[in-house]
C-alpha cells in the first residue's frame, strides 16, 4: 500500500480530524413549495424475519413546514404503481400538486390551491 497509495495511511488513520462536511440551511419557497418522498423498508420481512410477514411504509414529507402529509404502509415500495398511486392521492387530498417534488417523482406543475390560503 505503501507504493500504489503514499499517503493513504495517513488519511486512514482511525484518530486523524476528518474535513467537515459544509452545512447550509434548508430553503424553500413557501408551504407545498418542495415535498420529499421515501420509501423504508425498516419492518419489512428481510427485517422483522418472521417469514412472508413485512410492512414497508411509504412517506411524504414538506421541506418548509417539517409535517409529514402522508405516511402508509404500502405491499411495495420498490415498484412504481403503488407508489405512484399514493402520489395520485396525496394530490387529490391536498387539492392541487405541488411545485417541486423530491423522490422518485420530479414533476413540476403549479398547484390549484395551497391548503393554507
Known amino acids: 500500500m505503501h507504493e500504489q497509495f503514499p499517503d493513504g495511511f495517513d488519511k486512514r ?5 476528518k474535513p467537515r462536511i ?6 424553500s419557497a413557501g408551504p407545498f413549495h ?3 418522498a421515501d ?27 417539517g409535517m409529514v402529509l402522508k405516511l402508509v404502509c404500502i ?5 412504481l404503481g403503488p407508489v405512484a398511486h399514493l402520489y ?3 394530490v387529490r387530498e391536498h387539492g392541487g ?8 417523482f420530479h ?5 390549484k390551491e395551497f391548503p393554507f390560503s
Open 97 to 104: 400538486m405541488f411545485l417541486k417534488d423530491v423522490g422518485r
Open 39 to 65: 420509501g423504508h423498508e425498516k419492518i419489512s420481512e428481510l427485517a422483522l424475519r418472521m417469514g412472508n410477514i413485512g410492512i414497508p411504509i411509504y412517506g411524504f414529507r414538506d421541506k418548509w413546514t
Open 107 to 111: 414533476l413540476t406543475y403549479p398547484p
Open 75 to 79: 405491499p411495495n415500495c420498490r415498484t
Open 13 to 17: 488513520f482511525p484518530g486523524r480530524n
Open 88 to 90: 395520485l392521492d396525496l
Open 22 to 27: 459544509p452545512r447550509t440551511p434548508l430553503f
Open 34 to 36: 418542495e415535498i420529499s
